[in-house]
């Protein structure tokens, strides 16, 4: 028999908005996003709240699109490639603890969720229990305006 007994509970499916550029699509996960602010600091034409929508992946170049959203260190923004290049996971994979409990991880990842298993290359997962996403941090627990350590999560 399998043991089931730390699988999440069934979830409703994640829900990501697509930006279509030429030669690049950026999607974005709102619940997966921790406000790093990488990508408007990163490129500021194209990740601009002020616009609708707030992503225009045709305002810079693809390779530095994907540059700027291999930054993003929750996974909330993803890209692909219209050659169909996804995004290289890190090699090796790493995870790094903040004080405040939360799991940083960047690799190839599987990560478990209430809506089946997910293929990731950058994840922050809760460490407080907090959470209402779990296994992903959202800042309802004592992480909430913990910043992160921007050179380490390249
Ligand atoms: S870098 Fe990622 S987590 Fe940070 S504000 Fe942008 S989308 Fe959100
Ligand atoms: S560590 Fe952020 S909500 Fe739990």
């Keep these: ?13 994640p829900k990501l908005k697509e930006y279509d550029g030429e030669g690049i699509t950026v999607t974005f996960e709102p619940r997966r996003c921790l406000h790093a602010a990488e990508c408007v600091r990163g490129l500021p034409a194209v990740f ?12 810079a170049a693809p390779s530095e699109v994907a540059e700027v959203v291999r930054r993003c260190p929750s996974g909330a923004l993803r890209y692909h490639l219209a050659d169909g ?24 990842l599987r990560v478990r969720t ?10 922050v997962l809760c460490g407080c229990g907090a959470s209402g996403n779990q296994p992903y941090c959202d800042h309802s627990g004592p992480c909430a305006g913990g910043d992160f350590d921007r050179a380490e999560n390249r």
């Design 114 to 123: 209430g809506s089946g298993e997910r293929h990731e290359v950058r994840a």
């Design 48 to 59: 601009d709240l002020q616009k609708r929508p707030w992503v225009q992946p045709g305002e």
């Design 1 to 13: 028999m399998t043991d089931r007994v730390n699988d999440p509970v069934p979830d409703e499916a």
């Design 85 to 108: 290049a996804a995004e290289p996971p890190d090699d090796p994979t790493t995870v790094r603890r903040m004080p405040d409990g939360r799991l940083l991880l960047r690799g190839d």
